[in-house]
Each structure stands twice: as C-alpha cells, then as structure tokens.
C-alpha cells in the first residue's frame, strides 16, 4: 500500500508501526476466507462457533435460574430450579468436553504430505459476534466533529467490512495482513472515536479459545488483545501445516512458531485484568513455552536432516538436542500443571506435551546408544576431540573406566551404548503408556505410529548389541545434558510490515481532530485585506495555524484569535493543505475580501497573552516553541475492575510541531506575516 502523494503528512510512528493519513489509493481490500468454504479447517470453525452459541446460551439459562434460586423463598420452586440446574449444569460440561475435543483435533491444521512427523499442538481463532458500528459512529462524528455523519457512511462500511473479513483470515500471509491491518486500523478508531471521559457504548463480544466462555467489554483493548491473540494463532496452524520433512518446511515452520511466541508475549507484556482466561497472564506464560518448546523441535529435526548420521560427534549433537527438546516439553509440562492453568488446559494438551518430554528423553539416549555402538573407535587425531566432546555430554560422568579408554575400547562402548538402549526403552514404554491414557490421542494414528517405530528401533538395536554371554548387570546410564545449537527466538510482531492509510482521514489530521480534543463551535470569519495585509502571523502545515494577531489589525477586528486553526478557505476545505497552499489561496483573493473557516481547540487561550502581545512583538525576541502530540492515547479507565482491560504501551510522540497552547511571541525562522 503506497503512501499518497498529495494533501496527507508523513506518517506517523507508534511503536514501530507506520500509520499514514491521507486518502487511499490504488489499494484492494483483503478478504477472509470463504465462511461458507468446506474445507476440513472451515468445519471445525463452523462446529467451534456452534458450540460457542451454545455454551453462551446454557449460560445465561444457569444465572437466571441461579438468580432465581437465591431470589425465591418457595420450597417447591427451589427444588425446581435446582433440578433445571443440574441440568444445564450437565449440558455445560457436555459442550465443553465437545470443544475440547475440537481444539484438540490437531490432525486438522498438520501437513497433507506423506512424511511421517509428530504432531505440533495449533490453536483455534477466538471467535467473535459480528459488529455495528454504523449508528454510533455516525452519532459520534456529529456530536464530536460537528460534521454530518451520514456524509462517512462509505468509511464506516469500509471499516466493518475489513472486521468482517479478519474474523476468517486465510491460513497463509495474506491472513496474517488482513489481520496486521485490521489491529494497525484500530489504532485509528481508538484515535478518531474513544475519548477518555467517555465510552462509545459499544460492547466488543468474544469467544474463549478453548472454553467458549464468552466475554465482552467496551475497551477497545479486548479487541485489541483477541486481534493479537489470533494473530498468534493463525501462526500457530501456519507452522503447524508445514511439511517438516524438508529443509524449507522446517525453517517455515521455526519462523512460524517464534512469531507465534512474539504475538502472544506481547500480548502478555502490553494487556493486563483480560477478562477471558485464554488471554490471562499464566495462560499467555504457558502458550509463549508451549511455542518455544515447537521450534526446539523443529530445530532438532533440522539436525537429522542436515547432520552426516554416520560421524560420532555428530549423533552426539543429536542426543543433546533431543534433551535440549525433553527439557523445554518438561518445563511446558510444569508451566500447564500449575493451579491456575491446569483445569483450563485441555487434558489432550497436557498428556500430548507429556508424551513429548518422555519421548525425546528416549530419542536423546537412542543416539547416545548409537554414537557409542555403531561408530568405530577414534583414531589418535580424532580422539582429542571427542574426549572434549565427551566430557560434556552427560551430567555426572558415568561410572567404570577412564574416559580415554572408554573410547578406545569397544567392549566398554558398547557396555554404555546398552545402558543408554535400556533407559530409551524404558522412556519410550513411558511415552506409550502415557498416550494410551488420553482417548483423544489415542484417535491420533500419527502419533501412535512415530512412538511405536521408535520404540521398535530401540528394541531392534538391543538385540543387536545383546550378547548371550552378558553376565554383567547393565549400569543406569547417567542423563545427557541437554545443549542446542540455535537458540529459539520470540519475534515480536511487526507493525510496519502492513502499512494502513486512515479511512477517516477526512475528518481531518490527528493532532487536531481526535477524540481526545474538545474545540469550539467553527467560526466564519469574513476578512479584508488592509494596508498592512490581513495582520495575522501563518505557522506550521495540515491545519496551518494562526500564531499571532497584531492588536488593531484587520484579523482581530475581524474576530480571529491567536491559536485558532484555518479549516476552510473560501468554502475550500484546508485541514490537510499545506501552509504554502493556504497562503496562495489568501494570496489569490480580491477586494471583496476571503471567508475563513476556523476552529479553537478548548484549552488553547492563554489569558496573558494579549497583554504580552504589544511588547514582544516591539522587542522581536523570543520563539514559538511546541509539540505536536499524535501518539496512542490510553484507554479510557472503567469503574469496574472486572472489565478493565488496560493497554500499556508507551505512547511516542512525533517530531512534527504545531501549535500546542503557548502564547505567541514573536515571528520564528518558519512563520510568515499576512
């Protein structure tokens, strides 16, 4: 989307994200993906929305008749309505139990290729109900701005249409734009629309992800954090997706799920008090390792597709990555058993990243074993190397021979190699065992058919090196400490990357006409040029500002002020013109005089000034020295503390600077007299 060329300033930056003003051009608006589409992704989103209705109405049945129960004195009634609720208590626990089942139908989002991968966890889109903001938009624009809101009806369309499309974006980059685009617009709306005295009376309705409670607040932030949450979970079915047998596939899918971290730890650094768990503090901790933990993989499974599986050092990287990947899947494990995650949780999520942990703890001795037993022995240049490489393989140093002859001899190799095939056993029958506790994975043939092979090559390769005359008791192998050779990166999102103009850019620049300023009613005000010229002193661009007002001349006898701001030359709108533009419209005006549109933002008189005029303007000391204040603004804090959703982002402010309430004092390098 290219910037415009004519009428609008420079882009704005706030937080990295590039907001321009002027009018759109040349640009097409992204759609989401077909609703109707039947696509085995586009059912469960079907089925997850139905579901959501669904809970959303046994919930409001549950607290009436809980209103109820408490309200009525009558016996019978209350043995009435305890009975309705233990029945819609049962069909509460019913649909919950069908979601998450649906939000563990992680075989959905995986790749269609043939190659045989474990399953990665994705995450379902929060869902939201669809949204009016035709009316109190309109409403706002006439109350605030003074302008007929009929006359933006195409702008609000506009808007409602590009939220209509981010509730189904494509599982690809053009989803992940619209849904960019859509958050980076909303920084428009918070600007033009959210003032902090006041709400919209909008109420911003979604879904949890994996509960379906269903939740709504008047803070544009929730619909900022829900926009946020399912931008880290479209990256999530995105890395899912991707086919892991190949090197592209496999840096696709890294970058996927660092970004998936990125959006979900920004969210949890920026939104506090969410109202909906899937968006809360340990919620957020929980899903950041739970990405982190996915690249690790997908990290290792770079590792056996570009290291030679034949060189010992190398099957030694293997082992530690596999223990690198155990130990992020077991801090993911802990992370899901703490209190206030546990019971939200699905219990498939928690089994499968159980399942995990045990099962690259297996993998990490499997190629212990096998570094040991099918490598030959170092030569003497090798050796050195590989006394290094040994030294911090394991976490205590296993017991028997020296390191050196441990090595070199293949008798003692293959001693250790065993004891390592015994503990991956071991830990494969663990991860099989903990797999057929879970119904829903025990459904996921995928994963079935990974740890049955594993387990198999392990058995395979004992028997292998199992000797009938083995009559030493094999050792406990001491665990691999876990070390890996790209650390996962939590990229945070990028803003600037989908560049947004602002659909009510008509109503005028930001640092004048935003919800947050307050201006008196628009005056007209129709001027003579004298001999001196009209007696006003121009500043600054988009609106030009009036900095001064010489006493006696013909714009104060005509009523203009200092700090009033010209919107309308001649009936010519001016809130975007440049200051050059403004002065040769006054510039082109004959002896019948101009009309000038002008506006004062409340606020902006300083009562001394006039009394200062006079002799500031005699001395031609001084400057006018002022901020233009553009940034995000807060949002506006609710009386409640159960619908406080606060955004924390510091606010920046631009270099541009206009007018900001200081008195005039003398003609600076870039003002003018008229």
């Given at each position: 989307?290219?910037?415009?060329?004519?009428?609008?300033?420079?882009?704005?930056?706030?937080?990295?994200?590039?907001?321009l003003?002027?009018?759109?051009?040349?640009?097409t608006?992204?759609?989401?993906?077909?609703?109707?589409?039947?696509?085995?992704?586009?059912?469960?989103?079907?089925r997850?929305?139905?579901?959501?209705?669904?809970?959303?109405?046994?919930?409001?049945?549950?607290?009436?008749?809980?209103?109820l129960?408490?309200?009525?004195?009558?016996?019978?009634?209350?043995?009435?309505?305890?009975?309705e609720?233990?029945?819609?208590?049962?069909?509460?626990?019913?649909?919950?139990?069908?979601?998450?089942?649906?939000?563990?139908?992680?075989?959905v989002?995986q790749?269609?290729?043939?190659?045989?991968?474990?399953?990665?966890?994705?995450?379902?889109?929060?869902?939201?109900?669809?949204?009016?903001?035709?009316?109190?938009?309109?409403?706002?624009?006439?109350?605030?701005?003074?302008?007929?809101?009929?006359?933006?009806?195409?702008?609000?369309?506009?808007?409602?249409?590009?939220?209509?499309?981010?509730?189904?974006?494509?599982?690809?980059?053009?989803?992940?734009?619209l849904?960019?685009?859509?958050?980076n617009?909303?920084?428009?709306?918070?600007?033009r629309?959210?003032?902090?005295?006041?709400?919209?009376?909008?109420?911003?309705?979604w879904?949890?992800?994996?509960t379906?409670?269903?939740?709504?607040?008047?803070?544009?932030?929730?619909?900022k954090?829900?926009?946020?949450?399912?931008?880290?979970?479209?990256?999530?079915?995105?890395?899912?997706?991707?086919?892991?047998?190949?090197?592209?596939?496999?840096?696709?899918?890294i970058?996927?799920?660092?970004?998936a971290?990125?959006?979900?730890n920004?969210?949890?650094?920026?939104?506090?008090?969410?109202?909906?768990?899937?968006?809360?503090?340990?919620?957020?901790t929980?899903?950041?390792?739970?990405?982190?933990?996915?690249?690790?993989?997908?990290?290792?499974?770079?590792?056996?597709?570009?290291?030679?599986?034949?060189?010992f050092?190398?099957?030694?990287q293997?082992?530690q990555?596999?223990?690198?990947?155990?130990?992020?899947?077991?801090?993911?494990?802990?992370?899901?058993?703490?209190?206030?995650?546990?019971?939200?949780?699905?219990?498939?999520?928690?089994?499968?990243?159980?399942?995990?942990?045990?099962?690259?703890?297996?993998?990490?001795?499997?190629?212990?074993?096998?570094?040991?037993?099918?490598?030959?022995?170092?030569?003497?240049?090798?050796?050195?190397?590989?006394?290094?490489?040994?030294?911090?393989?394991h976490?205590?140093?296993?017991?028997?021979?020296s390191l050196?002859v441990?090595?070199?001899?293949?008798?003692?190799?293959?001693?250790?190699?065993?004891?390592?095939?015994k503990?991956?056993?071991?830990?494969?029958?663990?991860?099989?065992?903990?797999?057929?506790?879970?119904?829903?994975?025990?459904?996921?043939?995928?994963?079935?058919?990974v740890?049955?092979?594993?387990?198999?090559?392990?058995?395979?390769?004992?028997?292998?090196?199992?000797h009938?005359?083995?009559?030493?008791?094999?050792?406990?192998?001491?665990?691999?400490?876990?070390?890996?050779?790209?650390?996962?990166?939590?990229?945070?999102?990028n803003?600037?990357?989908?560049?947004?103009?602002?659909?009510?850019?008509?109503l005028g620049?930001?640092?004048?006409?935003?919800?947050?300023?307050?201006?008196?009613?628009?005056?007209?005000?129709?001027?003579m040029?004298?001999?001196?010229?009209?007696?006003?002193?121009?500043?600054?661009?988009?609106?030009?500002l009036?900095a001064?007002?010489?006493?006696?001349?013909?714009?104060?006898?005509?009523?203009l002020k200092?700090?009033?701001?010209?919107?309308?030359?001649?009936?010519?709108?001016c809130?975007?013109s440049?200051?050059?533009?403004?002065?040769?419209?006054?510039?082109?005006?004959?002896?019948?005089?101009?009309?000038?549109?002008?506006?004062?933002?409340q606020?902006?008189?300083?009562?001394?000034?006039?009394?200062?005029?006079?002799?500031?303007?005699?001395?031609?000391?001084g400057m006018l020295?002022?901020?233009?204040?553009?940034?995000?603004?807060?949002?506006m804090?609710?009386?409640?503390?159960s619908?406080?959703?606060?955004?924390?982002?510091?606010?920046?402010?631009?270099?541009?600077?206009?007018?900001?309430?200081?008195?005039?004092?003398a003609?600076?390098?870039?003002?003018?007299?008229?």
């Amino acid at each position: 989307m290219m910037p415009p060329e004519e009428e609008s300033p420079d882009g704005d930056r706030d937080g990295g994200l590039v907001l321009l003003h002027g009018p759109k051009s040349g640009s097409t608006r992204k759609q989401g993906c077909d609703p109707f589409a039947q696509t085995q992704r586009s059912k469960l989103q079907h089925r997850r929305a139905r579901i959501n209705q669904q809970i959303n109405k046994e919930m409001r049945m549950r607290a009436g008749a809980e209103n109820l129960f408490r309200a009525t004195s009558n016996h019978k009634v209350k043995e009435t309505v305890a009975l309705e609720l233990s029945y819609v208590n049962s069909n509460l626990q019913l649909l919950k139990e069908e979601l998450e089942e649906l939000n563990s139908s992680v075989d959905v989002y995986q790749n269609e290729s043939e190659s045989i991968s474990v399953p990665m966890i994705p995450l379902g889109l929060k869902e939201t109900k669809e949204l009016d903001l035709l009316v109190p938009l309109k409403d706002f624009i006439s109350e605030h701005y003074g302008e007929e809101g009929v006359l933006y009806e195409k702008e609000i369309k506009e808007f409602m249409e590009l939220r209509q499309a981010m509730r189904t974006p494509s599982r690809n980059e053009a989803g992940l734009e619209l849904l960019m685009e859509y958050y980076n617009q909303l920084y428009f709306l918070d600007s033009r629309f959210f003032p902090p005295t006041k709400t919209l009376g909008v109420f911003f309705h979604w879904y949890d992800s994996l509960t379906g409670v269903p939740s709504h607040q008047r803070a544009l932030a929730f619909e900022k954090g829900s926009v946020l949450f399912n931008l880290g979970a479209l990256h999530t079915q995105i890395g899912a997706r991707q086919d892991r047998a190949s090197l592209p596939g496999l840096n696709q899918a890294i970058d996927a799920f660092q970004k998936a971290a990125g959006a979900f730890n920004y969210l949890k650094e920026n939104f506090s008090n969410a109202p909906s768990l899937d968006m809360s503090a340990a919620s957020l901790t929980m899903l950041v390792r739970l990405m982190v933990a996915q690249v690790q993989e997908c990290v290792f499974e770079k590792m056996t597709l570009l290291r030679a599986q034949n060189d010992f050092l190398a099957r030694l990287q293997l082992a530690q990555e596999a223990a690198r990947v155990e130990d992020v899947y077991s801090l993911v494990h802990q992370t899901m058993s703490q209190p206030h995650v546990k019971d939200y949780v699905p219990f498939s999520w928690t089994t499968m990243v159980q399942v995990k942990s045990e099962h690259f703890k297996a993998l990490s001795h499997y190629f212990a074993a096998i570094a040991l037993c099918d490598c030959p022995a170092p030569s003497d240049a090798e050796l050195l190397e590989q006394e290094k490489a040994f030294l911090q393989f394991h976490v205590t140093m296993p017991e028997g021979p020296s390191l050196r002859v441990l090595l070199q001899d293949p008798e003692e190799r293959r001693k250790l190699g065993k004891a390592h095939l015994k503990k991956a056993i071991m830990k494969h029958e663990e991860a099989m065992r903990i797999h057929g506790l879970c119904k829903i994975l025990r459904k996921m043939d995928i994963l079935q058919e990974v740890l049955s092979f594993a387990h198999k090559r392990s058995l395979s390769k004992y028997s292998e090196i199992d000797h009938e005359e083995d009559f030493f008791e094999t050792g406990e192998a001491p665990d691999i400490h876990p070390k890996t050779h790209q650390k996962p990166e939590i990229k945070s999102p990028n803003f600037s990357q989908v560049k947004v103009t602002d659909l009510f850019h008509r109503l005028g620049p930001l640092s004048v006409f935003s919800a947050k300023n307050k201006w008196y009613p628009a005056r007209r005000v129709h001027l003579m040029r004298g001999e001196n010229g009209f007696g006003f002193t121009l500043r600054g661009d988009s609106p030009v500002l009036i900095a001064g007002v010489i006493p006696g001349g013909c714009a104060a006898e005509a009523g203009l002020k200092e700090g009033d701001y010209i919107i309308s030359v001649n009936g010519k709108d001016c809130k975007w013109s440049k200051h050059a533009e403004v002065v040769q419209l006054l510039k082109s005006t004959g002896k019948e005089g101009v009309d000038i549109g002008v506006i004062t933002l409340q606020g902006s008189e300083c009562p001394k000034a006039v009394d200062r005029k006079a002799a500031v303007m005699s001395s031609g000391s001084g400057m006018l020295k002022s901020n233009k204040e553009n940034s995000r603004k807060s949002l506006m804090n609710s009386k409640s503390a159960s619908t406080l959703l606060v955004w924390s982002k510091k606010s920046k402010r631009s270099k541009k600077s206009t007018y900001s309430g200081v008195p005039f004092t003398a003609v600076g390098d870039n003002e003018a007299m008229y």
